[in-house]
């Protein structure tokens, strides 16, 4: 909170000195909205909020009530990245259902297309099955040893997770998914800059969210 606090200060001392060529403020998240709200209630200014939250932040169940009386003073534009997004919002009595645009994240093919595509295994050969994303709980990314054992490790599977472990977080999945035995064939390949080398070396994308605002992964599969 203090540094959130700090932040919003800075945000509205930044746009009240440079009032005249800043034609609006774009929070992008419902973190950011309370980061950004005092500069636009002093400065007068349009307020872009794109809403790409799974569920409400903190700062929201705390200060939605100051919020939703604020907010009504200002020209607001709102936009949430699915339907899931929107209802967040409409729910904590922030916008109307109808003041609220879907704008799905843009993706651009030619920033994740695997170069070359991936050739489908043949018979006999492994099926390479991926999970790319962040190590969290809400991703699913604890299931991941329980779906490896579910599987019959008499198939030909190789599984690869695109993650890096962060602090503790969910320290008992990662020693369970370097503990797998070798017939399991798992391999931590870590976090990749470059997406489409990740899409190159995997047959299938494993997407156990438990929920998402959008699931950026899961298009970006469909997409290779």
Request: glycine share 4%; net charge positive; with cysteine.
């Amino acid at each position: 909170p203090p540094r959130r606090v700090a932040s919003a200060w800075r945000i509205t001392r930044y746009v009240l000195r440079h009032r005249a060529p800043v034609a609006a403020i774009h929070a992008n998240g419902l973190k950011e909205l309370s980061m950004s709200l005092p500069a636009a209630l002093l400065s007068r200014r349009r307020l872009v909020v794109w809403i790409h939250n799974y569920r409400l932040p903190p700062s929201i169940r705390i200060l939605g009530w100051l919020w939703r009386i604020l907010l009504p003073r200002l020209d607001v534009r709102w936009a949430a990245v699915s339907p899931l997004a929107r209802d967040l919002v409409v729910d904590a009595g922030l916008a109307r259902a109808e003041d609220v645009v879907v704008v799905p994240n843009p993706i651009d093919p030619a920033d994740l297309l695997a170069s070359p595509p991936r050739t489908p295994p043949g018979p006999g050969e492994p099926v390479t099955v991926a999970f790319l994303g962040s190590p969290l709980n809400y991703k699913g990314f604890d299931l991941l040893p329980r779906i490896i054992d579910a599987v019959d490790p008499a198939l030909p599977v190789r599984w690869l997770v695109f993650s890096h472990q962060v602090g503790d977080a969910l320290a008992g999945t990662w020693t369970a998914l370097r503990a797998m035995p070798p017939e399991r064939d798992v391999v931590l390949k870590g976090k990749l800059t470059d997406v489409s080398q990740a899409y190159a070396q995997c047959d299938i994308v494993l997407c156990p969210s438990r929920l998402d605002s959008f699931c950026r992964v899961a298009a970006e599969a469909m997409i290779n």
